[in-house]
């Protein structure tokens, strides 16, 4: 699902706002983020908590 993110866009916000490491997420960016999308907040949040499920799954293994 992240293919539907700008990630340049994502990278730019990050830089400006200085709260997270590029390529890294963060939570206080993601209405930004979401904006920038053209999605929804609750739609960003299903992907960071899908995003990490995936994560420690696969950490997990």
Same mark, same amino acid.
Do not use: C
């Given at each position: +699902?992240?293919?539907? =993110?700008?990630?340049?866009?994502? /990278?730019?916000?990050?830089? /400006? &706002?200085?709260?997270?490491?590029?390529?890294m997420t963060?939570?206080? =960016? !993601?209405? /930004?983020?979401?904006? /920038?999308?053209? +999605?929804?907040?609750?739609? +960003?949040?299903?992907?960071?908590?899908e995003d !990490?499920?995936?994560?420690?799954? &696969?950490? =997990?293994?």
């Amino acid at each position: +699902m992240w293919d539907v =993110l700008k990630m340049e866009n994502y /990278e730019k916000i990050s830089r /400006e &706002n200085h709260r997270t490491i590029p390529g890294m997420t963060s939570i206080s =960016l !993601a209405s /930004e983020v979401a904006k /920038e999308a053209g +999605m929804s907040f609750g739609q +960003m949040m299903d992907i960071l908590i899908e995003d !990490a499920m995936v994560g420690w799954q &696969n950490f =997990l293994m």
